[in-house]
Nanobody, 125 residues
Framework: QVHLVESGGGLVQAGGSLRLSCAASGRTFSSYSMGWFRQTPGKEREFVAAIKWSDGIIEYADFVRGRFTISRDNIGTTVYLQMNSLKPEDTAVYYC??????????????????WGKGTLVTVSS
């Protein structure tokens, strides 16, 4: 099983930036897809971005396109989410996910192979 640990969350003012990291261990990831999701109290967890480790194909949610960038290191152990031009509505717990199938905006949240415990991002106005 893939073990995921997120880091990099914190408090930032609107318009600022944060970079989240997701460190993966436990399996080889060449065939995995990695994704970022977020959740606020009372709402369902929603797709933010995903990258397929083997081919690097990326997908973003419409509400982050042009502001967030997902990337991976060459070693194959860490996925990043660079978040720029942050807005108060970006405030959420951000979760990293891994799945053997390609993660897209249509992927069922309940179907992910592994989840991290999340990191809190708070954007003040």
């Amino acid at each position: 099983q893939v073990h995921l640990v997120e880091s990099g969350g914190g408090l930032v003012q609107a318009g600022g930036s944060l970079r989240l990291s997701c460190a993966a261990s436990g399996r080889t990831f060449s065939s995995y897809s990695m994704g970022w999701f977020r959740q606020t109290p009372g709402k369902e967890r929603e797709f933010v971005a995903a990258i397929k480790w083997s081919d690097g194909i990326i997908e973003y949610a419409d509400f982050v396109r042009g502001r967030f960038t997902i990337s991976r290191d060459n070693i194959g152990t860490t996925v990043y989410l660079q978040m720029n031009s942050l807005k108060p509505e970006d405030t959420a717990v951000y979760y990293c996910a891994a799945d053997r199938n390609r993660i897209t905006r249509l992927s069922p949240v309940s179907g992910m192979d592994s989840w991290g415990k999340g990191t809190l991002v708070t954007v003040s106005s």
